[in-house]
């Protein structure tokens, strides 16, 4: 089945889910640079000709970097615990109710950013992609979800499109220096593909096998990513 079909398939799904003043609240989980705001995306396309649809990121709910830092937990963010689990499964809760405020996040700062903040109306299908569904501290906010879709890949080809995302962000730093990738711009890089491979063996690839994973078996569809990016569906 081509990507194309298979999406088309997935959306049809929760096209059929979606029922007449209700929200549908869907999850969207896996590892970190797997491509879950581009597959996101692509089912925003197919869906909103039809719906009302809104998409954030979980990365809102993530606590400050200076909270972090109190903690102890700047090394651990995206960990279960990083998030502010409570926080997520209540905003879930209640945007089924009416208008709710999902925080913002930065990816060039790293941080949370209250400019971003999105008030979400009562959509048809809110799909909420990203982290913070893991457990211990996540189950709460998978059990707040509808429908939970796990994406699913190789660990090679992870750290390899982890590390061509990372890099990416690092030349964006050279010519902006409130990039929270500006502080690596010393390195050669050579030196920044050593330190990105860092990060993922150290905090990134533990995270996948220790927490995200398990969200895998729990996940009410699961899809797989190539390494050539094509797409099948594992259940």
Not at 87 to 108: C, D, E, K, W
């Amino acid at each position: 089945m081509s990507d194309a079909a298979l999406l088309a398939d997935l959306a049809a799904g929760l096209s059929r889910r979606v029922a007449p003043g209700q929200v549908l609240v869907v999850g969207l989980t896996g590892s970190v640079a797997v491509g879950k705001s581009t597959l996101g995306a692509a089912l925003v396309e197919q869906l909103s000709a039809r719906h009302r649809v809104e998409a954030l990121s979980t990365d809102g709910f993530i606590l400050p970097n200076a909270r972090l830092a109190e903690l102890g937990l700047s090394l651990r963010k995206g960990y279960p615990e990083s998030y502010d689990a409570g926080r997520l499964a209540s905003a879930i809760g209640q945007a089924r109710l009416g208008p709710t405020v999902f925080p913002g996040y930065n990816h060039m700062t790293y941080d949370a950013d209250p400019a971003r903040d999105r008030l979400v109306e009562q959509p048809d299908i809110l799909l909420l992609e990203g982290l913070g569904f893991a457990p211990p501290q996540g189950d709460a906010a998978a059990r707040a979800l509808d429908l939970l879709i796990y994406l699913d890949a190789d660990e090679a080809d992870l750290e390899a499109w982890f590390l061509r995302r990372f890099l990416g962000f690092w030349r964006d730093a050279e010519h902006d220096p409130t990039s929270f990738y500006a502080q690596f711009r010393g390195m050669t890089e050579p030196e920044a593909v050593t330190f990105a491979r860092g990060v993922w063996a150290g905090i990134n690839l533990p995270n996948l096998r220790e927490h995200i994973v398990q969200v895998r078996d729990r996940a009410d569809i699961v899809l797989r990513k190539a390494g050539d990016h094509r797409l099948s569906l594992v259940r």
